[in-house]
């Protein structure tokens, strides 16, 4: 309980800290401080759970973590931490070496609403009512809104705008969803309705079918909007590319997580009626589709975080077969590898353009000349992404691929093996380009080890991760 | 015979569709004012019929920040901009309308079927009226290109979907809610912060015509 108010209390008070204190460096310093100590109480927070000593924590009626929910929350926090971690170190060489003055004031603002957006975050995770869940991801949307703003010119408010909007109408059907789900338990299953997840997972097989349905519909519509799901991904490169390298890498690193993981939630419930067929069938073909059309914008490509955006998609796609598939531990083993390698890319792509000065990439040209470490640790990140072997996201989409191939699903996993080859070939050109030939202008200079402490230790992450996961290919999966 | 509660949530439902044939936006913010009234209305109704007593807590709230509030909030907006009137997109005003009218009869023949609680009485009216609201809503966004009008399509349907929670359950929990109204305030607060930005950045605020990052 004392941990749970921590875990509260934490972001809030860093960002009233940063909303005060004047001064921007200890600003910085504090908010990385403070945000690790919130990844070490999550930790243990969730050891129990992890260790396997309990199955469920509750905290309060309405607030609980289950096994799943902790390694999320651990993840979130995780990559809440390293992007906020490189985030003064970007900050400053925005204007040392990209020449551009960032008033104090917007510094602070990015510092109060990535520390308001982490709470909302970890909100989505300990929810155990699908209404607080629902409030949690409305959350989300409006504090991060504050991030993709950062930079206050016409591309960036374009872009939250757009953000704003699409998002809110998506969520606002996920909201009747809801409804829908919470009207299907009072048709005898509980007394006066309920929301609780763990009350509805209880008497799932008394909910009355009709309105579960529908309601799953519109969840699966609604957070799916959220997530990124083609055709109602037109918010998520825009928003992505805009914001500044660290909000772009925990919006892709932890918040596609967040919708992603309320699919789940509703997924899991409906599993357990009669009625599961509709909740696997949806979203292994959407997640396969998901993913090709993904694969097919990849090909033509002109920005470098836009291209990191749309790999996002793809790897959403696959995670929401994983989904459909009914297995918490793939969505989770796909989610863990992606994050931890696409934070790293955006983060270096956030050095990249400040090298350059351009996002555009016809004029990013020979990184291998102009900085190796920096060069060959996006070859590792990107390599990582794509799911080649022997990283991590390799082991999860073989895995995926095996278990969808074991449930019949025989034209999900086709379409899904040629979008997992299409944005293969697509990234491989576009970051071969990159690291070879020579830079076409003058480029802006200087480098410190600390632009590349948090990627390469990141890196370092994907390789273990990938290494370590190889049993789980050599024994059968279960 | 038709309750109060229907009768209420119905008039918001035609309203709201009256509302999609005009392109002030003074008086689209009245009948959205007008709207949201009648659902707190039915609210203070459903209260009474259940005997819930926080319902007329939220009938409150509804009244005074929804119906009142966010209505003044975007008029004030807008007489700050000095934009009285819509451009209107796809399609002209009179159409729009009577298209809501149509998807407001087909609303009718989509709830149908959809299974009421035993407590409920008449709840095919609540479910028709709240799905009416929510397509006049989308109806709203599509046929409005300033960011004022995409807010208050927005607006509708969230109304929409509180009228379908209202009529359709015994109830959602407090906790949720108050949740909810929160987010949808502070979003629309977000947002109305955002169309003086847009204002100040491109000197208008027709968001169709925002397209920098289009691929």
């Known amino acids: 309980m004392e941990l749970f108010f921590t875990l509260c209390a934490l972001p809030v008070a860093g960002a009233v800290w940063a909303a005060k204190c004047q001064h921007i460096e200890s600003v910085r310093r504090s908010v990385t401080l403070l945000i690790w100590l919130q990844v070490i109480a999550t930790a243990f927070l969730i050891g129990p759970l992890l260790h396997g000593d309990a199955s469920l924590l509750r905290f309060t009626a309405d607030f609980a973590v289950d096994r799943s929910a902790a390694c999320f929350l651990l993840l979130t926090n995780f990559v809440a931490a390293c992007s906020l971690t490189h985030a003064p170190t970007f900050f400053r060489n925005e204007s040392e070496i990209a020449g551009k003055i960032i008033p104090p004031l917007h510094e602070r603002f990015f510092y109060v609403s990535s520390l308001l957006f982490v709470l909302a975050m ?18 989300t949307t409006i504090f991060s809104a504050g991030l993709v703003y950062f930079s206050r010119d016409k591309h960036a408010l374009e872009a939250t705008w757009k953000y704003l909007m699409v998002c809110s109408v998506g969520i606002a059907f996920a909201l009747l969803g809801t409804i829908l789900i919470f009207a299907s338990s009072q048709h005898g299953a509980v007394d006066g309705g309920s929301l609780n997840v763990r009350t509805l997972i209880g008497c799932a097989g008394r909910l009355e079918p009709k309105l579960l349905e529908l309601g799953y519909i519109f969840c699966l519509l609604g957070y799916g909007t959220k997530a990124g799901i083609f055709p109602l991904h037109t918010w998520l490169p825009d928003a992505h590319s805009e914001a500044p390298a660290p909000a772009s890498a925990m919006l892709s690193g932890a918040l596609l997580n967040c919708a992603l993981f309320a699919i789940w939630r509703v997924t899991e419930l409906v599993k357990l009626t009669e009625h599961h067929a509709i909740c696997e069938a949806i979203p292994i073909f959407w997640g396969a589709l998901t993913a090709l059309a993904a694969g097919l914008f990849l090909v033509h490509q002109y920005g470098i975080k836009r291209l990191w955006a749309y790999s996002s998609i793809e790897n959403v796609g696959i995670m929401l077969v994983a989904i459909g598939l009914g297995s918490p531990m793939l969505f989770f083993l796909q989610a863990l590898n992606h994050s931890i390698a696409k934070v790293a890319l955006f983060l270096l792509s956030g050095n990249i353009i400040q090298y350059f000065g351009t996002k555009d990439l016809s004029q990013i ?34 895995l995926i691929l095996a278990k969808s191939a074991d449930a019949m699903q025989g034209i999900s996993v086709a379409i899904l093996l040629i979008a997992l080859a299409i944005s293969f070939v697509a990234v491989s050109i576009h970051v071969s380009r990159i690291l070879w030939g020579s830079p076409k202008h003058e480029l802006n200079q200087t480098s410190t080890i600390s632009r590349y402490l948090v990627p390469s230790l990141l890196g370092i992450c994907t390789i273990v991760l990938g290494l370590t996961a190889i049993p789980l290919i050599l024994v059968k999966p279960q | 015979m038709i309750s ?18 005009s392109l002030h936006l003074r008086l689209n913010l009245f009948l959205y004012g007008v709207e949201t009234l009648f659902i707190a209305g039915a609210t203070v109704l459903t209260a009474n019929a259940h005997g819930d007593a926080s319902l007329i ?9 929804k119906a009142l509030g966010v209505p003044f909030f975007l008029l004030r907006t807008s007489e700050k901009l000095n934009v009285h009137r819509d451009v209107g997109a796809m399609i002209t005003p009179p159409l729009a309308m009577h298209l809501s009218i149509v998807l407001f009869a087909l609303s009718f ?52 979907i509180y009228v ?14 108050m949740g909810i109204l929160l987010d949808m305030l502070v979003g629309v607060m977000v947002c109305g912060v955002l169309v003086f930005k847009i204002q100040k950045s491109f000197e208008h605020i027709d968001v169709a015509l925002l397209t920098n990052l289009k691929e």
Do not use: H
């Not at chain 2, 509660?5 to 044939?21: E, F």
């Not at chain 2, 609680?117 to 929510?134: E, K, M, R, T």
């Not at chain 2, 379908?164 to 809610?177: D, I």
């Open chain 1, 122 to 139: 970890n909100f989505v995770f300990m929810a155990d009512n699908l209404g607080l869940l629902w409030v949690s991801i409305e959350a």
């Open chain 1, 365 to 398: 040209r020979g990184l291998l000349k102009v900085s190796p470490t920096c060069g060959i640790l996006l070859a590792v990140c990107a390599a990582s992404v794509t799911g080649m072997p022997p990283f991590g996201a390799f082991i999860a989409e073989w």
């Open chain 2, 4 to 21: 109060g509660i229907n009768l209420c949530v119905l008039c918001a439902a035609v309203l709201a569709c009256l509302m999609v044939g």
């Open chain 2, 57 to 65: 807590c939220i009938a409150i709230l509804i009244g005074t920040l």
């Open chain 2, 109 to 160: 023949v989509l709830t149908r079927n959809i299974p009421t609680p035993q407590l409920v009485v008449n709840g095919w009216y609540g479910a028709a009226a709240g799905i009416s609201l929510l397509f006049t809503g989308l109806v709203v966004m599509l046929t409005r290109r300033l960011a004022i009008g995409q807010i208050l399509g927005f607006l509708v349907i969230e109304n929409g």
């Open chain 2, 164 to 177: 379908f929670a209202l009529t359709q359950t015994l109830g959602m929990p407090m906790l949720v809610e």
